[in-house]
């Protein structure tokens, strides 16, 4: 199966599609699933099940939380971590704690990249995003993609789109068809990292949507 593992909903402060409209659009592209990972809140979450069960497509709970050392990808979440600015040790802990996983997203991209070592968190991590369609340039995903092999770490890739028709050109894949098949296939190091990079225009259609000029 072929799943969107960082994936931004209207919920996040930057972002402006509806779940639906993500959904339908991952459809029309081949993906068969998303995780919904909306910074700092988890307000799509009930609405995203409900549409998953609406269009026979899977929906994995997540949550992107912005440490004071950069960002932590909580997947496989039960609740919302209020841990916006704490130290990414404290959520990386609160994430373990509800059995979710710790993902490191655009780990070595620049200014959004995770502004400490890495290493020092090994205890904790459990996987990085190898390959983000977001952002430009592809000396950052293989870095991190050299890492995560290095640390013998799980890897993701994830669209981080923040618009709905940025959705699809990026994915992570993996044998079976339920979330918790997924799960171990992050944490059994199963997973493989597929796709291109996402058109750089949708790096701006979020703003043009949410002023009136997109739709």
Same mark, same amino acid.
């Not at 990414?88 to 655009?106: A, N, S, Y």
């Given at each position: 199966?072929?799943?969107? !593992?960082?994936?931004? /909903?209207?919920?996040?402060?930057?972002?402006?599609?509806?779940?639906?409209?993500?959904?339908?659009?991952?459809?029309?592209?081949? !993906?068969? &699933?998303?995780?919904? /990972?909306?910074?700092? *809140? /988890?307000?799509?979450?009930?609405?995203?099940?409900? =549409? #998953?069960?609406?269009? *026979?497509?899977?929906?994995?709970?997540?949550?992107?939380?912005?440490?004071?050392? #950069?960002?932590?990808?909580?997947?496989?979440? %039960? $609740?919302?971590?209020?841990?916006?600015?704490?130290? @990414?040790?404290?959520?990386?802990?609160?994430?373990? %704690?509800?059995? #979710?996983?710790?993902?490191?997203?655009?780990?070595?991209?620049?200014?959004?990249?995770?502004?400490?070592?890495?290493?020092?968190?090994?205890? !904790?991590?459990? &996987?990085?995003?190898?390959? *983000?369609?977001?952002? @430009?340039? /592809?000396?950052?995903?293989?870095?991190?993609? $050299?890492?995560?092999?290095?640390?013998?770490?799980?890897?993701?890739?994830?669209?981080?789109?923040?618009?709905?028709?940025?959705?699809?050109?990026?994915?992570? $894949?993996?044998?079976?068809?339920?979330?918790?098949?997924? %799960?171990?296939? +992050?944490? *059994?190091?199963?997973?493989?990292?597929? #796709?291109?990079?996402?058109? !750089?225009?949708?790096? +701006?259609? @979020?703003?043009?949507?949410?002023?009136?000029? =997109?739709?």
């Amino acid at each position: 199966m072929k799943i969107d !593992l960082h994936c931004h /909903t209207k919920y996040s402060y930057d972002a402006a599609s509806s779940i639906e409209k993500i959904i339908i659009q991952a459809k029309k592209t081949g !993906l068969d &699933g998303i995780a919904i /990972t909306d910074h700092e *809140n /988890t307000k799509g979450w009930i609405e995203a099940i409900e =549409l #998953g069960k609406k269009h *026979n497509f899977l929906i994995v709970l997540g949550e992107e939380i912005k440490t004071n050392k #950069g960002d932590v990808l909580g997947l496989f979440l %039960k $609740e919302q971590i209020n841990g916006y600015k704490k130290d @990414p040790r404290w959520v990386m802990e609160e994430i373990r %704690k509800q059995g #979710g996983l710790v993902i490191i997203p655009h780990p070595f991209h620049g200014s959004e990249g995770f502004r400490d070592d890495i290493a020092k968190y090994l205890d !904790l991590v459990d &996987g990085i995003e190898v390959f *983000n369609g977001r952002k @430009p340039g /592809t000396n950052p995903d293989k870095k991190a993609m $050299e890492f995560a092999k290095k640390h013998n770490l799980g890897m993701t890739a994830g669209g981080d789109s923040h618009h709905y028709k940025g959705i699809g050109y990026t994915y992570t $894949e993996f044998d079976g068809t339920t979330v918790e098949e997924l %799960k171990q296939a +992050i944490l *059994n190091k199963q997973t493989r990292t597929n #796709g291109k990079k996402a058109p !750089l225009i949708y790096i +701006i259609t @979020p703003f043009l949507a949410k002023i009136g000029l =997109l739709k």
